[in-house]
């Protein structure tokens, strides 16, 4: 079982960058896809990005592609989520979840079995 901590989130304003991080701990980080969601009040929580541990591929929502980077490091056993260009849509509690899925199955948050336990992003206009 892996477990999750994500940290780097904060204030900023429109047009800022911002990385967050995703620690785990516990045996087998790279037998797990990692991926990024995100819940802002009131709505469902949506996904972000995963990088895929079969394919070594990344992947992105449609809000975010473009603007937002997935890389991981499985020597340190974190995954980083770099945030460019935000805007204050992004505004939301950002979560990294474990699992193992096929690709049809990573934007699904179903699919995830193990999640931290959130970090706020807030961006000012």
């Known amino acids: 079982q892996v477990q999750l901590v994500e940290s780097g989130g904060g204030l900023v304003q429109d047009g800022d960058s911002l990385r967050l991080s995703c620690v785990a701990s516990?045996?087998?980080?790279?037998?797990?896809?990692i991926g990024w969601f995100r819940q802002a009040p009131g709505k469902e929580r949506e996904f972000v990005g995963t990088?895929?541990?079969?394919?070594?591929?990344?992947y992105y929502g449609d809000a975010v592609s473009g603007r937002f980077t997935i890389t991981r490091d499985n020597a340190k056993n974190t995954v980083y989520l770099q945030m460019n260009n935000v805007k204050p849509v992004d505004t939301a509690v950002y979560y990294c979840?474990?699992?193992?899925?096929?690709?049809?199955?990573?934007?699904?948050?179903?699919?995830?079995?193990?999640w931290g336990q959130g970090t706020q992003v807030t961006v000012s206009s």
């Open positions: 979840a474990a699992g193992r899925m096929i690709t049809s199955e990573i934007r699904n948050p179903a699919s995830y079995t193990t």
């Open positions: 516990g045996d087998s980080f790279r037998s797990y896809t």
């Open positions: 990088h895929h541990r079969n394919n070594g591929r990344t």
